[in-house]
Every structure is written in C-alpha cells, then in structure tokens.
C-alpha cells in the first residue's frame, strides 16, 4: 500500500516551453502533497506544500509564477514548470502524506520522481 | 525555521561492520524525526523513525538513537550489507499535523564486499 506515481518519469523539452508533471497517490488519499526538488548527489529541497482545494505554500525563493502547483483532488497534484530554461534541468521528486489517521501516519511516500532536461 | 545537520557525507565500511550516521536539528517543537534510504535513480523509502517521546528504535539490523536535550539524533546499522549501499537522509519535524520535513544533506554509504 501507499504507493505515489509520478508522471512523467522524464522530459526533454526546448527553453521557453512549459512541462507538467503529474503526482498521483494510487491507493490512499492525500490532503497534502509535498513537491521537491534534488539536484546530483544532493539533498531534498522542499519547493512547495500542495494542499487538496487551496492554494499552494511555496518555500522562500520558489518563484510561485514560474512552479504552478494545482491540488484538485485527494490523488492529484501537478506541478507545471513555465517557461522553462537550462537551469530548472533537474530531478523533481513529489511526496504524499495519508489523509487523517494518527500519528503514524506522519510518513511522507515518495514518487519516483522526474527527471527534467531543458535544452 | 528548522535547520538539519547531517554528517558524514560520505562513510564506506567493510561487509559486516557497523555504520553511524549523526544528524542534528534547531528547532526544539520537532518531535518527529524520519530517515529515508535512496538507493542510486530511486524514491526515497522510509526505512525507520522515532518520535520524541522514545529514546531509542529498532528494526532488526537499524537502530534510531534520539537525544533531546542535546538535539542530536542517530542511525545504527548492524552487520552491514552490500545492498546496504545508498545514500540515507535524516529529516525533521512535527508529528501530526502534516507539515514538511527538513531534509539534512545526505550520507553516501559504501558497504565494501
């Protein structure tokens, strides 16, 4: 159980498109959904907390405009990246966290995340 | 906010022998304190946690020690194996309540055959 997919598992686009990515929670429901971003051999930096039917809270420095991040059901999240350039290549990792339930439910269950290259 | 410290990068050991990695943590409100084995192209995967109110965790061959006072907390890996091999993250936060953990920097684990 508490499987997270993520879709695309890769992308390639040309600088100045847009690219969405897709964090599905495939059997738990998830109020929120936590979006990373890791670059090689480094550690997770939160981009993000997507939460079900509000507005996403961005990490200082995430540029909101650029990472649109929409939550509109208990097994969806996407995180579309504007306008894309060079410097946004990089491993995008979401994470889900079972919805209500007790304490130990504190596990956050990662996707396998998506590797981005913008040419 | 919450700042996670994590040492040492990188540790390479010999089949069989012990692995500590160290973490230490600011903020004295985080009571949930997870670590994640990601194996190279791979999602994180919890491998063990503790929460604030227990001293001490274990799993089989992985122990968590947590010293609050001193706001340092470990992980213990016994008799180690090759596919022990990954880079472990320790994390920090709030039990409860849903909100994001800190990430420290990772160790790389090298278990040598």
Redesign the interface.
């Known amino acids: 159980g508490a499987v ?1 997919s993520q879709h695309p598992s890769w992308v390639i686009c040309k600088s100045g498109t847009s690219v969405k990515i897709e964090c599905r929670s495939l059997d738990f429901q998830a ?2 959904m ?1 979006w990373y971003r890791q670059f090689p ?4 930096m ?1 981009m993000a ?1 997507s939460n079900e039917g509000s507005k996403a809270t961005y990490e200082q420095g995430v540029e909101k405009d650029k990472f649109l991040i929409n939550h509109a059901s208990l097994t969806l999240s996407t995180l579309t990246v504007t306008s894309a350039h060079p410097e946004d290549s990089s491993f995008y ?1 979401c994470s889900a ?1 079972l919805a209500g339930g ?2 130990s439910t ?8 998506t590797r981005l290259t913008v040419l | 906010g919450e700042n996670v410290e994590q040492h040492p990068s990188t540790l390479s050991v010999q089949e069989g022998d012990s692995a500590v990695i160290k973490c230490t943590y600011s903020d004295s409100a985080s009571n ?1 304190f ?1 670590w ?1 084995k990601q194996e190279l192209g ?5 491998i063990i ?1 503790i ?1 604030s109110n227990v001293g001490e965790k274990k799993d089989q061959r992985i122990a968590v020690t947590l010293n609050k006072t001193a706001k340092h907390f470990s992980l213990h890996i016994t008799e180690t194996q090759p596919e022990d091999s990954a ?1 472990y ?1 320790c994390a920090a ?1 709030l ?2 309540s ?9 160790t ?1 684990l090298t278990v040598l055959p």
Request: net charge positive.
């Open positions: 997270v109020t929120t936590f051999k480094q550690s997770l939160l907390t990792i966290i007790p304490a504190d596990t956050q269950y990662f996707g396998p995340g | 949930y997870p994640y791979k999602r994180p995967q919890l946690d929460r880079v993250f936060g039990s409860g849903a909100r994001q953990l800190t990430f420290g920097s990772g790389q």
